[in-house]
Each structure stands twice: as structure tokens, then as C-alpha cells.
């Protein structure tokens, strides 16, 4: 699955993917908080080339969040 239909999929399910640098982890596009990439535009963010794909979270995609769950408590 290349990062464009990880972003499609996401894009799908009402969540707002954002592109990230291959090998990082964080958004370096500038104004990337705000960035709402529809399915007609994805292919310009999710080119083919290397890369990740993160997700904004909040409202942005329906209030979806990330629990990070590092120690056994």
C-alpha cells in the first residue's frame, strides 16, 4: 500500500492526513495545521515518493485521538 492510499483510506474515514518526510516523524509543511487535503488533492501531497503519512487529530477528523500506552500501569 503506497502513501497516497494510506491517505485516501484515512481521507475515507473522515480523518485529515498530512505528509511527512520519509524517516521523521513530524510535519515540516509550512501551515500543516491548518492543511485539509481532499481525495481530488491527495496525489499532490502523496506523490510516490518516499514519505509517511500522519494524521491531525481533534476536530480536524472527528474528534479522533492517539493514546500512547508505554509502561505496564
Given amino acids: 500500500m503506497t502513501a497516497l492510499d494510506l491517505a485516501r483510506s484515512y481521507i475515507k474515514r473522515g480523518w485529515a492526513p498530512v505528509p511527512v518526510l520519509h524517516r521523521a516523524k513530524a510535519p515540516t509543511l509550512t501551515g500543516w495545521q491548518a492543511l485539509r487535503i481532499t481525495e481530488a488533492d491527495a496525489p499532490r501531497f502523496f506523490n510516490g515518493a518516499p514519505q509517511n503519512v500522519?494524521?491531525?487529530l481533534?476536530?480536524?477528523?472527528?474528534?479522533l485521538s492517539d493514546v500512547d500506552l508505554d509502561c505496564p500501569e
Fill in 54 to 56: 500522519g494524521v491531525l
Fill in 58 to 63: 481533534g476536530p480536524a477528523s472527528n474528534g
